[in-house]
């Protein structure tokens, strides 16, 4: 019978320390990502009010057309100051990312439990190497998806929160009133998530090949390798 036997040497294997390392990425993108907080300031000047720091704060997950920058004074530049709102929802992308990030924390933990517990179950069992193979190359295709909608949208909110945000604010375009960019949050950790994401698809899809290894199926093509070796195609 097999049960739990604990043997943390699994861990100093390549399987289990790719494994380790899959968990420690998927962290750090999920906490690069979901953790920012950002914030856009303007210096505005218009009736009653010169240079007045107006600010509009965004975050995860990004959702830039629900935010809008707070008006110059409570006269509302006499009335000339409209609510006005950042341009694009990114949402879509980044909660992708996101939440691929934290399932792949999960499965990490769950197959290193098994790894590191029930590791003769996992060699005697064909169904775990084949079901850990299989969720391996379908997280690589999908940790390549979302990188590469995270990436670009990273790209258009940057344009978004940039200098271009002027001629995108109709309040600033009132008769009288003047706005001049001051300054955006830098946004080193969102690139950093987009590194983790690259990371994670080298690193899922290299582990493949070990995974592989322990499944019935390399067994089954070593079979096929011999018995053709034995009984060569007879030439007509």
Known sequence: MFGLRVDVGMLLEPLGFIKVLQWIFSFFAFATCGGFHGEITLLVSCKGVVNKTVTAAFAYPFRLNTVAFNAPDPKRCGGTWTDSYLVGNFSSSAQFFVTLAVLVLLYCIA??????????????????????????????????????????????????????????????????????????????????????????????????SFVYKDTNLRNQSNKISQVAGIYPAQRI
């Not at 998806?145 to 929160?161: E, G, H, N, P, R």
């Open 111 to 208: 197959a290193l439990v098994v790894y590191v517990g029930y590791k003769d179950v996992y060699q005697h069992n064909s169904k775990f190497p084949l079901t850990d193979l299989f969720v391996t190359v379908i997280i690589s295709f999908l940790w390549l998806v979302s990188t590469f909608a995270w990436s670009t949208a990273l790209a258009d909110i940057k344009i978004s929160t940039g200098a271009s945000i002027i001629s995108q604010t109709d309040s600033c375009k009132a008769p009288g009133t003047t706005c001049h960019f001051v300054s955006v949050t830098r946004m080193g950790t969102l690139n950093a998530s987009v590194v983790f994401g690259l990371l994670n698809i080298v690193l899922w899809g290299g582990s493949t």
